[in-house]
């Protein structure tokens, strides 16, 4: 699969073992929260591109914590890490700063990955309220308001993913 831009690949995988595990454990990309290892709570939210046969890629945001490993084969991924550049918020990460939608920020990476897939017309994005798309984040601290009226700001954008 691609990371970034970076072929990543894997030999002798447990068929069971999980995109959140691999991040945070192999990869030490510790952006990516677990908390239910359910898929309910959206703390591991990342985003997934698969190939279409016009080299088109669609992403959609997925739970890290309940995607198999093989499940990645021959796609692209982004985490948290993937937004912005080294000194610089990526526009959903400052929209968040910017309106106080994180308090103790553990759900923060969700969201952001959430807003980001929102932001690019992910699947299932298109046409739909915020709320919708934000159906699947979970916050306990800091209220949903200020994190919709963040999301209201996130200017719209396009990947480049050709």
Same mark, same amino acid.
């Given at each position: 699969?691609?990371?970034?831009?970076?072929?990543?690949?894997?030999?002798?995988?447990?068929?069971? #073992? *999980?995109?959140?595990?691999?991040?945070?454990?192999?990869?030490?990309?510790? #952006?990516?929260?677990?908390?239910?290892?359910?898929?309910?709570?959206?703390?591991? *939210?990342?985003?997934?591109?698969?190939?279409?046969?016009?080299?088109?890629?669609?992403?959609?945001?997925?739970?890290?914590?309940?995607?198999?490993?093989?499940?990645?084969?021959?796609?692209?991924?982004? *985490?948290?890490?993937?937004?912005?550049?080294?000194?610089?918020?990526?526009?959903?990460?400052?929209?968040?700063?910017?309106?106080?939608?994180?308090?103790? #920020?553990?759900?923060?990476? /969700?969201?952001?990955?959430?807003?980001? /897939?929102?932001?690019?017309?992910?699947?299932?994005?298109? #046409?739909?309220?915020?709320?919708?798309?934000?159906?699947?984040?979970?916050?306990?601290?800091? /209220?949903?308001?200020?994190?919709?009226?963040?999301?209201?700001?996130?200017?719209?954008?396009?990947?480049?993913?050709?």
């Amino acid at each position: 699969f691609l990371l970034d831009d970076a072929v990543v690949e894997l030999r002798d995988v447990d068929p069971t #073992g *999980t995109l959140l595990d691999l991040l945070r454990y192999r990869l030490r990309r510790i #952006g990516t929260k677990e908390g239910c290892a359910e898929g309910d709570c959206g703390a591991c *939210t990342v985003l997934v591109g698969t190939l279409d046969d016009q080299d088109q890629v669609h992403w959609r945001a997925v739970n890290a914590c309940i995607l198999f490993l093989p499940m990645l084969d021959g796609k692209a991924l982004l *985490t948290v890490e993937s937004l912005g550049k080294p000194g610089a918020l990526h526009p959903a990460q400052r929209a968040m700063v910017d309106h106080h939608g994180s308090q103790c #920020g553990f759900c923060t990476p /969700g969201f952001v990955m959430s807003l980001y /897939g929102r932001s690019i017309g992910a699947c299932g994005t298109k #046409g739909k309220s915020v709320g919708d798309v934000l159906a699947g984040n979970l916050c306990r601290c800091t /209220g949903y308001g200020s994190i919709l009226a963040a999301a209201e700001a996130i200017p719209a954008g396009e990947r480049d993913d050709h």
